[in-house]
């Protein structure tokens, strides 16, 4: 596998200016996010974009021998340099539960606590940003029923892709029962009470708690 420092990938663009500082690479198997593979593509030497991509024939005249590179049919791909943001996401954390910089689990429950009580009317209570590292371990569903267990609560940890719920919230999305009065796992992990994060093997683990949340109080629409 290859892989090109690609900010940019413009397709089927017709080379017009000098290749004098491009080079050439062909045979191969060049990925795109959607549609079928590209066979050839060009690059700047200078910059590291990409100026032009297609199929079939490759431009071989354009290049001289030693800026023309056969890969054999290797898969190619960019090199990811990808800085986004969802600004939707951003606003709808100004309704959440601020957990950035929790240096505690009880200052977690803290800023749980404080903010259920703030909002009585509330359904669900939603917060994002832990760190298990800054916490010193991951928090369990009984950290977060001891914060509040009257109201189902999701907490997001900073990355997006993993969360803890309290019990209710829990038995509400249906991954949890009662077997000889032990609560145990039926979603994600094997031979592991289910008292942890829900890690996101699959994504429709988070957006079930956010469904949920949204049918019962649109105003919790934060990460549907």
Known sequence: MMTFSACRIAYYVIMTSSSDNCELVYNARIWQSTGDDM???AFSADSGYVTAVGRRDPPLD??????RRDVGG???IPGLHDSHIHVTYLGRQLHCVDLKGCQSVEQLQQRV????????????IVGHGWEQHLLGRLPTRHDVDA???????????MCGHASVENTLALKLAGFIFCLSNAMVQCYARIEYKF???????CVCVR???CQL????????????
């Open 62 to 67: 354009k290049f001289p021998p030693t800026r």
């Open 113 to 124: 606590r404080r903010f259920a009580a703030e909002r009585p009317g509330a359904t669900w």
């Open 195 to 201: 008292t942890c994060v829900c890690l996101s093997v």
């Open 207 to 209: 957006h079930t708690f």
């Open 147 to 157: 914060a509040c267990c009257d109201r189902p609560v999701h907490l997001i940890r």
């Open 74 to 76: 290797r898969r190619v």
């Open 39 to 41: 066979t050839w593509m």
């Open 213 to 224: 949340a949204y049918r019962s109080d649109p105003s919790t629409d934060y990460y549907s």
